[in-house]
């Protein structure tokens, strides 16, 4: 089926590649208002030390140093968005008080004409520590008093008779799986600008971030401001992945400075900022257990998860966005209905752990691919095969997991299925240099997709709200402006909202605009633009309030022609008549008549040509699977990636080319956390690798051409049948590729047990064994 | 710290324009061509010149904005990303051939694959995808995983006459 250009399904250009592509994007660092002060932060240069005492005068004494603020300067501010009941809080200051709990931790902060300036006048703020307060015997102080075992979340739950399953068995596998920290590492770090006006006691903050309703939440109530009173501006995000969905301490600090010295204050990072001080992702350690019967099907599971917090639990992106999860998402796209899991989180003395594309949903999908691998090598079977008798089937749909993922629909069998043809149809013959090993991997997976408050409900058990809101206003012009509250941060809202809002009115593609705004504007959303959701969720509201508008436009249209509404329909911005060929109104005529012949307007059943409409969509998954081909070089551990094949079912593509494009990236980041990146520490908790010479980035060097297919099968749940991919690409490559070292090392690959699978730990296995 | 006042003129062409200015012999060409000349495409990824979102190109010759200092531009010609289109507003085919292969997402390293990419096709022409993969193994993209930039860059290589 073709789909009509500049409407969903288009394979259409970006709406905003123009301006992107003439530097005329505006990003947060873009942004200058009159009056404007520069901040360089002074971060904690040990992991754990009381702050004994912090003197600025030499660096306030600096010519054009404005001001230098430490903890005390700044109003007592509490921010606590805890999210799920039995986490244990960590009061956390936008500046350090009293003890500095990771390097990198905000201490105190300069306030300059100049970026040059301030980060002189950082340099020569003289704080000293402490004796550092933790030692390796083990006699380390916790890093809060009322949490004595740095334990901030425990959670065990059991699901049908895994004991029972276990004993039962033909034959149990185990897994152990470290995985290290990583960077979501936007090419754009985080920053902000802070605008306070005193007389109107309004504050104005231009963020580079996921989520400006929450951020203005979270500012507000920090600052004991009224939410009117804050407003926070959409523009160009430089890329987020997960790391800017939180409200970030340095913001929260730049605003409450900007109060204090009523100027304007801008904040924008480094990039040591941002790797070290920046929250980091995944960090876990995980044992996992699989029980089979004799028939090699999937009878128990079992999973052990230490998770680190880092120095905070964090206040609005909590660490249990990843052990939490993980342990939640482990049965994914099985049949498994007897399963235990017991999920510890700490703190350690490290920059917080946050969401990353994926988040919890890599670690979960790396051990299990793990695991089945190490399954079906005991037993001597295929890998495809033992999957595929495990899958949940279309037969067994509707399906729902042993922790309360409903899947409704899904093509987990199908697209296994393809992705074993398209590995085999591209199979090179020749055979293998030396020294050169050869592994394939396949990962098979579910994801939760475009989580509204029903799928933040399944995915982690509680009570999460999470829904959007868009406006749709159509011009004297007969133009369209659509508007919502979820920034794009790189996938295009700007077009697929525009497509999805030219679907239902009936209008041509160019002929919609979507504005971005700012939150006393934009209507609501409530979490922002993450979890695979701005599609199915932000799309579904612009979808209702383009109905909406359309109705409108079609009963006034009715009453300029005195025919039924049912019997009218837009096309391309014309109105016609059922049955007749020529079109008898343009869109402008009608809804210019609209707002012009007070004949036509109608008292209480006024038209503005405008709707807000929200939606919280059921709970839906999305699901793929994908193969990879790696190549080892046995002589320096180092590993190629060759192919990666990805078959994917989102739904309904609201634009196939932006579909590909969040998957083929995805793919790319999933790349580097499989083989290189990590984030490490070394002893004291120093972080090392605090430039992109240390933590590396996938090239054009190691990146491949995805071999990539669709299952386009409409949800019958969401509107228009969309489902959200954002993040699949990650998901279902890290196992892929994890799996598929592992085998090119045969026996041997058994052992691996440190994500990414680095040169060194590959290198250390083949030869020492 | 000593030199942190310390001033230069600075005389370059950019974007064919020629342009004079008083700075600190300290400040960053990229902070020169974003704060004092307001060329704001000029992106900072890094700071320490690898991942090449600021590249610009200088004489011909594609750098680092954030690794030179903006007196080390005088009596040089500079072209940003600003100057690629043409004066009446058309897309460079490089710009165009980006927009048509998906070759951006967020747009933040956009700008320095664009100029690194103008560097390597003004050498070079019928270039392969290896060597084109080869000629931006300096530019970091998170969001694309490459493959719609390095098509692309082959298509702009046929497109663009020169």
């Known amino acids: 089926m073709m789909a009509k250009p500049g409407t969903i399904g288009a394979r259409c250009v970006r709406s905003e590649d123009p301006r992107l592509l003439t530097g005329r994007g505006r990003y947060v660092a873009d942004v200058h208002v009159p009056g404007m002060l520069e901040v360089a932060f002074v971060r904690s240069t040990v992991a754990h030390a009381r702050i004994e005492s912090v003197d600025v005068a030499r660096a306030a004494g600096l010519a054009d140093v404005e001001a230098v603020l430490v903890s005390s300067d700044l109003p007592e501010i509490h921010m606590d968005s805890r999210r799920h009941p039995r986490i244990l809080s960590t009061p956390q200051a936008p500046l350090a008080a009293g003890k500095a709990r990771f390097v990198g931790e905000a201490v105190a902060m300069v306030i300059a004409a100049d970026r040059y300036t301030a980060e002189d006048a950082a340099e020569i703020v003289d704080v000293v520590y402490s004796e550092p307060l933790s030692d390796l015997d083990g006699s380390a102080e916790p890093l809060f008093e009322h949490i004595p075992d740095n334990v901030v979340f425990r959670d065990a739950e059991s699901y049908g008779k895994p004991e029972e399953a276990f004993d039962a068995a033909a034959l149990v596998v185990a897994k152990k799986l470290s995985l290290a920290r990583q960077s979501a590492c936007p090419i754009e770090g985080r920053g902000c600008v802070a605008d306070y006006d005193p007389a109107a006691r309004h504050l104005t903050v231009h963020a580079s971030t996921q989520a400006p309703h929450r951020l203005r939440r979270d500012l507000a109530a920090a600052l004991e401001l009224p939410e009117h009173q804050v407003k926070v501006v959409m523009h160009d995000v430089g890329g987020a992945f997960g790391q800017k969905i939180p409200t970030h301490m340095e913001e929260i600090a730049v605003a409450a400075a900007s109060m204090r010295i009523g100027r304007p204050l801008r904040w924008i990072e480094d990039r040591q900022e941002n790797l070290t001080a920046a929250p980091h992702s995944r960090g876990q350690d995980i044992e996992v257990e699989l029980a089979l019967d004799e028939q090699h099907r999937f009878v128990g599971l079992r999973a052990r998860i230490v998770g680190d917090s880092g120095a905070y639990s964090f206040n609005s992106g909590s660490c249990l966005t990843e052990a939490y999860r993980t342990a939640r998402a482990l049965p994914g796209p099985y049949d498994v209905v007897n399963y235990s899991y017991d999920v510890k989180i700490c703190l350690t003395n490290r920059s917080p752990i946050a969401p990353y594309r994926g988040v919890g949903f890599v670690a979960a999908q790396a051990a299990r691919e793990l695991l089945i691998d190490e399954a079906a090598r005991q037993l001597g079977m295929d890998r495809f095969e033992l999957r595929r008798i495990n899958l949940v089937d279309s037969g067994k749909l509707p399906y729902t997991t042993c922790t309360g993922w409903r899947y409704a629909e899904g093509t987990f069998v199908e697209t296994l299925d393809r992705v074993e043809e398209i590995l085999a149809e591209g199979q090179d013959g020749g055979g293998d240099p030396d020294d050169r090993l050869i592994g394939v991997g396949v990962s098979p997976f579910v994801e939760p997709s475009g989580v509204g408050s029903e799928g933040g409900m399944q995915v982690h058990g509680l009570v999460l709200p999470s829904h959007d809101a868009a406006r749709v206003v159509i011009d004297p012009g007969g133009k369209a402006t659509v508007s919502f509250g979820t920034p794009s941060v790189g996938q295009g809202l700007e077009t697929t909202m525009a497509q999805v809002a030219a679907d239902v009115l009936g209008l041509e593609m160019e002929d919609v605009t979507v504005s971005w705004t700012d939150t006393s504007q934009a209507p609501m959303s409530l979490t922002g633009t993450r979890a695979s959701r701005a599609a199915v969720v932000t799309g579904g509201a612009v979808a209702r309030a383009a109905e909406d508008v359309r109705l409108q436009v079609l009963e006034v249209a009715s009453a300029m022609l005195e025919i039924d509404v049912l019997d009218l329909d837009i096309d391309k911005g014309r109105i016609s008549v059922a049955g007749e060929g020529t079109p008898r109104l343009s869109v402008s005529e009608v809804v210019r008549a609209g707002y012009f012949d007070a004949k036509l307007r109608q008292e209480g059943r006024e038209r503005t040509f405008e709707a807000t409409r929200l939606y919280d969509p059921p709970a839906s998954y999305s699901n793929a699977c994908v193969a990879a081909v790696v190549e080892v070089d046995a002589a320096t551990g180092g590993v190629a990636v060759r192919r990666i094949v990805a078959v994917e079912d989102c739904g309904t593509m609201i634009n196939p080319m932006i579909v590909d494009g969040q998957f083929i990236g995805a793919a790319a980041q999933a790349i580097g956390a499989a083989l290189f990146e990590q984030v490490r520490y070394g002893p004291d908790e120093q972080p090392t690798t605090s430039t992109l010479m240390d933590y590396l980035l996938p090239t054009t060097q190691e990146t491949v051409r995805v071999e990539m297919e669709h299952v386009e099968i409409p949800s019958g749940l969401t509107e228009r049948g969309i489902k959200g991919m954002g993040e699949s690409g990650m998901i279902g490559t890290v196992a892929a590729i994890a799996c598929a070292v592992a085998d090119a090392l045969g026996p041997a690959g058994s052992a691996l047990r440190a994500l990414p699978f680095a040169p060194e730990e590959v290198w250390t296995l083949l030869h020492n064994g | ?162």
């Open chain 2, 1 to 162: 710290m000593t030199d942190a006042a310390e001033m230069a003129d600075v005389e370059v062409q950019v974007n064919g324009r020629r342009v004079r200015r008083r700075v600190t012999v300290r400040m960053t060409a990229a902070d020169f061509l974003r704060d004092v000349l307001g060329l704001r495409g000029t992106h900072l990824g890094c700071e320490h010149g690898v991942c090449g979102a600021c590249t610009i190109v200088v004489d011909g010759v594609a750098v680092r904005s954030c690794l030179l200092y903006a007196p080390q531009l005088d009596g040089r010609s500079v072209l940003t990303v600003e100057g690629l289109q043409s004066p009446t507003g058309e897309l460079h085919p490089l710009q165009a051939a980006f927009m048509k292969h998906h070759g951006l997402q967020c747009g933040f390293c956009t700008s320095g694959f664009l100029l690194s990419a103008f560097e390597l096709l003004s050498e070079e022409r019928g270039l392969t995808e290896e060597s084109v993969r080869e000629g931006l193994s300096g530019n970091l993209c998170r969001c694309t995983g490459y493959q719609g930039i390095v098509d692309a860059v082959l298509e702009a290589d046929r497109a663009w006459e020169r």
